[in-house]
């Protein structure tokens, strides 16, 4: 799986990405991500990215031309899908997380500023929202879809089972609870059930406590 990332700000990613499991996966070939300065696709000298809205918004948006000739210079590997991030957008969850997964390239598009020019929308595949709150650029966003998706490709995680049991592996669950040594940690006890070694009794613990996500 390849991600494309086009960014104003590129270092951005360096840090998070080259650590655990987005490391170990890059490491052994699973997932590749690049993340590309929207500014090699300018061709003025000031390398202008932004500029100010028609109609006389304060403000500055990404430029639309950058971004599609970043689109048109890019790879294209045969399963493709280009996002463009927006707080507007269809709001991000697991099942699309899971149809990504499937893909062999994400192009992500991360906006700034006040956004960007509207007729970006006209060469994506989806526009994303993470959540109903605004951040000021799709750089965290970007990273978010990155590893939503990344540890759900094939080999990514060591335990596969994680996968089958966590929270929204089924649309609307929620993983029972889990605890680690001490037994009592200030008054508070580990249910005695999970110590009994009694498997079934165990399983039929956590199956009570799975539950269905109360609507918000
Ligand atoms: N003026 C825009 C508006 O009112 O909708 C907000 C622009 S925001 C400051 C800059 C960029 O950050 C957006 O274009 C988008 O790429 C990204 N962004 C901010 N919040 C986001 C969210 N919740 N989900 C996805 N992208 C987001």
Avoid at 95 to 118: H, N, P
Avoid at 142 to 150: F, M, Q, R, W
Avoid at 155 to 177: D, H, K
């Amino acid at each position: 799986m390849r991600f494309d990332i086009l960014t104003i700000f590129p270092r951005i990613f360096d840090s998070y990405i080259n650590e655990s499991i987005m490391k170990r996966a890059q490491d052994s070939g699973i997932i590749e991500i690049y993340s590309h300065d929207l500014r090699a696709w300018t061709t003025d000298k000031h390398h202008s990215v932004d500029d100010t809205p028609y109609g006389g918004n304060p403000g500055m948006i990404l430029k639309v031309e950058p971004i599609v000739r970043a689109l048109r210079a890019l790879p294209v590997l045969h399963k493709k899908k280009i996002i463009l991030f927006d707080p507007a957008g269809a709001q991000f969850r697991q099942a699309r997380a899971r149809k990504y997964a499937k893909l062999d390239q994400l192009v992500l598009i991360c906006g700034r500023y006040e956004g960007f020019d509207e007729r970006v929308k006209e060469y994506v595949d989806d526009v994303i929202s993470i959540g109903p709150y605004v951040l000021s650029g799709g750089e965290l966003p970007a990273l978010i879809v990155v590893e939503a998706v990344g540890r759900l490709c094939e080999g990514v995680l060591g335990n596969i089972e994680s996968l089958a049991e966590e929270t929204y592996s089924t649309e609307g669950f929620v993983e029972y609870p889990q605890y680690t040594r001490p037994e009592i940690f200030e008054g508070h006890a580990v249910p005695k059930v999970l110590m009994s070694g009694n498997h079934k009794a165990i399983t039929a613990w956590q199956k009570t406590k799975t539950r269905k996500q109360s609507p918000r």
